[in-house]
């Protein structure tokens, strides 16, 4: 995990997103097509506060079907994605296309 140290960094609040299943509580879930099949997302229900503004980390960007589930998730709560940040980013892959008019940014790309 990167983010928590991240938050922790710039003194601001971290929560996750997860597998479905993995969280504790209430949940919102969204599911997502994978290059091999499906897969869900999901964050407790009362993890953002409507109009809180969030920057979605993860550490690698390939098709882009995560972090548009993670963006989803975020937009079902009504908080604002600022801007979506990656470790590494796979460039043939294509994955921002997904993300449409959210900034986003990575460290490392790789074609």
């Known amino acids: ?28 879930s969204v599911s997502y097509a994978l290059e091999y099949g499906k897969a869900e997302l999901e964050i407790q229900s009362d993890a953002v506060e409507p109009g809180q503004k969030v920057v979605i ?4 960007l390939a098709t882009g079907g995560t972090m548009c589930a993670a963006c989803e998730l ?10 979506c940040l990656v470790v590494i980013e796979l ?18 790309q790789y074609d």
């Open 57 to 60: 980390v993860d550490d690698l």
């Open 1 to 28: 995990l990167i983010g928590p140290p991240l938050a922790q960094r710039l003194g601001i609040g971290f929560v996750l997103i997860r597998k479905k299943g993995k969280l504790p509580g209430p949940t919102e």
């Open 91 to 108: 460039k043939l892959l294509n994955g921002t296309e997904k993300l449409k008019s959210i900034p986003f940014y990575s460290l490392l």
């Open 74 to 83: 975020m937009k079902r709560l009504k908080a604002e994605v600022l801007e």
